[in-house]
């Protein structure tokens, strides 16, 4: 179920607007029937026993049962906005309501599950109702988030979201335009000698926007190999430009590429910080394009120690080149 709701939920980038001019929209007949959205949500602890402002990327996806209810899931990843805290995740049951056939149709949507605190792995359940509106494949609603890991933390949410529908044909044309990558090395700090190299492991998905440009997400993980056994999970965003203008041996090209997103470092003191991460590379294609194997260098600036509370000026980072071996298919 899980491979047809993921299979589904990647026609979004893809899926064509519903003109908003019409009155009535037809309802996606395919063999998939899944429904889903990608979400933003900004919430706000203005009950008692809040925790503050943050905010949270969910991805969702329903199958239609009855004329007006879907069931499905939604997980989902949240943040602070100052990036003062470790990143939870959450993944719940859904249901959801609203009129599929209409262009404009007011919703309902409720999600019970699972929260996870990276931070001293804090996990609690998770509660929230949603109300709102849909305009074509735009929405947006207001929500009670709840949590409870012996007591009670409310927030309100503010929720917007692009609603899509999925043909088969799509799904497959998208997956064929998309490049998945995986890439183990080693990473090596350049700014203490305190600190000892790791390993490093690495996974993508790219898509191809034109013959250079390729677009998608990317997830880094490392571990130290030194006594403080220190690990740090980057994930965000990937950007790749691809040299293949540039005509060297055996089909060799230059490429360079910037990853921007979240990364936490776990280790006697667990951060979360924004992250920028440029790197370089030659790509070796196989199999009339289709496939390469990757040579990548790559930099990255990981915040160890904020200070806490008392010390919110004492910062420090940890420097890091990480060269890994990639194969993309």
């Not at 804090?122 to 929500?143: A, H, K, L, M, W």
């Not at 409870?148 to 799509?170: D, P, Q, T, W």
Request: charged share 15%.
């Amino acid at each position: 179920m899980l491979k047809k709701i993921f299979a589904c939920t990647l026609l979004a980038l893809i899926s064509t607007p519903a003109s908003f001019a019409q009155t009535t929209v037809n309802a996606p007949k395919t063999e998939c029937g899944w429904y889903g959205t990608i979400e933003f949500d900004p919430l706000n602890s203005t009950f008692k026993k809040g925790e503050g402002s943050s905010w949270a990327v969910r991805w969702s996806g329903v199958k239609r049962v009855y004329p007006y209810l879907g069931l499905g899931g939604a997980i989902s990843l949240s943040e602070s906005w100052k990036f003062k805290e470790v990143p939870s995740l959450t993944i719940t049951a859904r249901a959801h309501v609203e009129d599929y056939d209409k262009a404009v149709s007011p919703f309902a949507t409720l999600d019970l599950g699972y929260g996870h605190g990276f931070e001293q792995s804090t996990n609690s359940f998770v509660f929230n109702p949603t109300v709102g509106i849909r305009y074509g494949q735009v929405g947006i609603g207001v929500g009670y988030y709840g949590t409870v890991n012996r007591s009670l933390s409310s927030a309100m949410n503010i929720r917007l979201a692009y609603f899509f529908g999925y043909n088969a044909e799509k799904t497959s044309h998208f997956f064929k335009s998309l490049d998945f990558g995986v890439a183990a090395g080693g990473f090596f700090p350049c700014n203490t000698w305190t600190e000892s190299g790791g390993i490093s492991l690495e996974a993508s998905a790219l898509y191809h926007i034109n013959d250079y440009v390729q677009a998608g997400l990317a997830l880094n993980f490392d571990g130290s190999l030194g006594e403080t056994g220190a690990a740090d999970l980057l994930f965000g965003v990937r950007g790749r430009y691809n040299f293949r203008q540039v005509h060297m041996p055996l089909g060799l090209h230059p490429f360079a590429r910037m990853d921007l997103g979240v990364a936490s470092v776990f280790g006697d003191e667990t951060t979360s910080s924004f992250y920028w991460q440029p790197g370089v590379g030659i790509s070796l294609p196989l199999k009339n394009n289709t496939k390469s194997l990757d040579l990548s260098v790559s930099y990255a600036k990981l915040l160890e120690y904020d200070g806490g509370y008392d010390h919110s000026d004492d910062k420090e980072y940890l420097k890091i080149i990480r060269v890994a071996i990639g194969y993309n298919f």
